[in-house]
């Protein structure tokens, strides 16, 4: 039996720690894993690896290590920059973490739950939930992306805004070094400065330093009352403007703030039954959640008075309330449709990025009449959450024109997007990552000393270079 | 002129670069800076030096570093793990960055403000109060304390529990690396994953890894209403219970919730003039605070709703409600009166230990019980952060007794409350660093690859070892 380009034996050996169902070779059994879910990249493996736990992943990796075999994490595969896909040259193992799958402890007194990396995120809600708490990192993926893939690109959504990036809502990490040789960061602790703060390594690494194999994370206490509703605004500045009101008002009873331009929900509207409310005719729509936790107070409330409050100062145009929890997951259905709707209409070239929300709406402008002079058939289908200063900021094509249209002027519209965000202080990667789709951009337009620095944590972690080779800067 | 050991010419050249004013030489001028505030540490160097900017900082690093001449940073001098002080071989310089003053930008409408490392945390609390914004860091030495201080300790302080420690209020970093470049990562933007988030390196690394010189913070919108409360409780149980129910009640609305035994408060009434409350005679009482941000309600509500409650469930013996601001800066007072009383006292053995909050009762039980043993005059004087799981465990001894007593059992006293702490998941430093103080039980007690992952970082960061030797773990 061939057990690979170089015949070293690694195959029988992995097979030997992680049994047969642990191996996958086949090339139909490969194929899921060496593609990512939106087909942009595709790439080759000597096989897909599965340790149903960290003894297993520790094994896998010293033995890829002493062969300096590169290794390639990967979790739900829902990534959107390719982080997740393995190179051409097939020399890789994808270790998959999607048997790493216990919940080890939910603690609702401290507040904390550990989870291992192949939980799906919305296993981990689940639990948390199921002990009376609340883990709030929420996204449109998390009934397929992983914990492990969260932590490894530091995943935002629709909640950072009250609760922080999942960097903010993870206290311990477990973590498989390149060597094989463990990190046990599994604390539960709110305060330890005990030397440096070691997980902060891996979160948002990308799997190029280790693979994340478990970790503990916060809860919270869920709100006890929350109310949704649509406000229809007439430009961004507006939008910018009922933010400052809403935080104003609100503080911490402001869960979400997220934005949706008409373009974006005509086009869902063009391809659901589901009728949109009139509101989302206006030329923005903000869907702003609020929660609640003293069991007097009603957080439909909070929204009504900062409506009433904004319409007398004239930053909305409208707004709804959602008058029942259907009514509120309809509202949420609505904003999460839109990257379906999206993709269904051919895909766009996306961005994710962030900038000052005070740059916000002329940064927008900018770009808009940037892309027009480009092709006026290209049209910015712009949403996200702008609570955090962070639009998803997608160029696509005007109805009725071929999607293929943009795609073939991608160079041309990245060239505008980054230039215009980087200009204004803001990121060409809020919440995806860098992967493979921006290695170059990051490579050439971050800083040296911050290049040189991240190349310097990356000897000195994987001084082989064997954890996902060509992902990231380093 | 013998300008030091070697006689390279540095000081001759710092000179150059800092002016006179910027170089202090004389043993007068160099002595406050050789010797913490508690006078548990001296050392010596050849030099304090004061620059004014980042550049200047930066050619100082460069000219030390080309010599191989250790740079011992130092804010307010106000650590208390000697993490500031240089150690007794002289060679070393001080780096101080008290000149290095300015807030450079306040910005009310994304919530960011951009100081320098040498600005007391006081003045930036004031530079955003005087925007209308809250930079919520806050701790007992505030007034002297300085920014650049705080994030290389990762500060706690009071208000943790709501907004979390010196790192998640901290947006971007601008830093001095050891051979003299600058990183300059003074972002403010709430997501950013364009490559390894290079700033969490700093934060709370004491200065073994470079200079801080500014930082882009966050900042919030300040409560519309606050209110503080004193509850007495039977038990440190009865603490935890009640920490449950203000969480479960008050979500975010809950901004601090602090512990202080009877003890500390009798002693803290012995030395003052000003009459405690009644209630501090009960076993142990904590202080509450509330903010709410809608201004149709009213934060003394909440914690009358909670302390109804907690009396009707049995939680608290009982609860008073400060009735104006100057009762509710009396019980601040009272909080942040007790580390001053127990240093008049002759001081104590100190300790920051962080543990899990469903721990904490049992763990100090038998703290106290083989402290007991140890020599039944000690007396463990406990105050602190419960809502992070972070209590302040000074050994002092009874009223009467010569402080000396406990000191000269430190070792024994040490060996206790760590064994304790650390057989509980907690940690031995939770907000005061490692420094010297901590150094030795840290280099013994971390895990191995906690330990090489840490020596890695620094050998990457600081190949020659010249920042701040002999400090932190690494």
Redesign the interface.
């Known amino acids: 039996m061939n057990d690979g380009p170089a015949d070293d034996g690694l195959l029988e050996r992995l097979r030997s720690v992680v049994g047969e169902e642990g191996l996958r070779t086949q090339a139909q059994d490969l194929a899921p894993a060496l593609r990512d879910w939106r087909g942009r990249f595709t790439g080759a493996a000597r096989a897909l690896v599965l340790p149903v736990d960290t003894a297993q992943a520790s094994a896998v990796l010293a033995l890829c290590h002493a062969r300096r075999i590169p290794v390639v994490p990967q979790g739900g595969n829902t990534g959107l920059a390719g982080g997740a896909t393995p190179d051409a040259q097939g020399r890789a193992i994808v270790l998959s973490t999607r048997r790493l799958r216990r919940i080890r402890a939910v603690?609702p007194?401290?507040?904390?739950l550990t989870a291992e990396a192949g939980c799906l995120l919305a296993e981990v809600q689940q639990a948390a939930r199921e002990a009376g708490r609340l883990f709030p990192l929420s996204l449109a993926a998390e009934g397929s992306c992983t914990l492990g893939g969260n932590l490894a690109?530091?995943a935002?959504g629709t909640q950072?805004l009250?609760y922080?990036?999942a960097?903010?809502l993870t206290l311990g990490i477990e973590a498989v070094?390149p060597d094989g040789?463990?990190?046990?960061?599994l604390?539960?602790?709110?305060?330890?400065?005990?030397?440096?703060?070691?997980k902060?390594?891996f979160?948002?690494?990308e799997g190029t330093l280790g693979v994340i194999t478990a970790a503990t994370l916060r809860l919270?206490?869920p709100?006890a009352d929350q109310a949704v509703a649509l406000a229809g605004v007439a430009s961004l500045e507006q939008a910018?403007a009922l933010l400052?009101q809403a935080?104003?008002?609100?503080?911490?009873?402001l869960t979400a703030f997220e934005l949706m331009s008409s373009d974006c929900l005509a086009l869902l509207a063009r391809q659901t039954s589901s009728r949109l409310p009139p509101l989302a005719a206006h030329p923005w729509c903000v869907l702003l959640e609020a929660?609640?936790?003293?069991?007097?107070?009603r957080a439909a409330?909070?929204l009504e008075?900062l409506g009433t409050e904004a319409l007398e100062r004239g930053r909305i145009l409208d707004m709804v309330l959602a008058r029942s929890l259907a009514e509120q997951e309809a509202l949420w259905a609505m904003r999460e449709g839109i990257p379906g709707a999206q993709a269904r209409a051919g895909g766009n070239v996306k961005h994710d990025v962030?900038?000052?929300?005070?740059a916000m709406a002329s940064v927008l402008a900018r770009i808009g009449t940037a892309l027009r002079a480009i092709d006026p058939c290209l049209q910015p289908l712009v949403f996200g959450?702008l609570g955090?200063?962070?639009l998803h900021l997608n160029v696509g094509v005007v109805p009725g024109q071929d999607a293929a249209r943009a795609f073939a002027l991608e160079a041309q519209i990245n060239a505008v997007v980054f230039d215009a965000v980087l200009a204004s202080?803001?990121?060409?990667?809020?919440?995806?990552?860098?992967g493979q789709l921006?290695r170059e951009l990051?490579r050439r337009t971050?800083?040296p000393?911050?290049r040189s620095?991240?190349a310097?944590?990356k000897?000195?972690?994987d001084p082989l270079g064997i954890m996902n080779p060509g992902k990231?800067?380093?």
């Open positions: 603690d007194h401290d507040d904390t690109t530091n935002g950072v009250r922080g990036n960097r903010e070094l040789s463990v990190f046990e960061g604390r539960g602790l709110r305060k330890d400065n005990s030397g440096y703060d070691l902060q390594l979160i948002g690494s919270f206490t709100p910018v400052g935080r104003e008002r609100l503080g911490p009873a929660g609640v936790h003293n069991p007097e107070a409330d909070l008075q962030s900038l000052p929300v005070t959450h955090d200063g962070n202080g803001g990121s060409f990667s809020a919440e995806h990552g860098v921006r990051a971050l800083p000393v911050h620095l991240m310097a944590v000897q000195a972690l990231g800067v380093a």
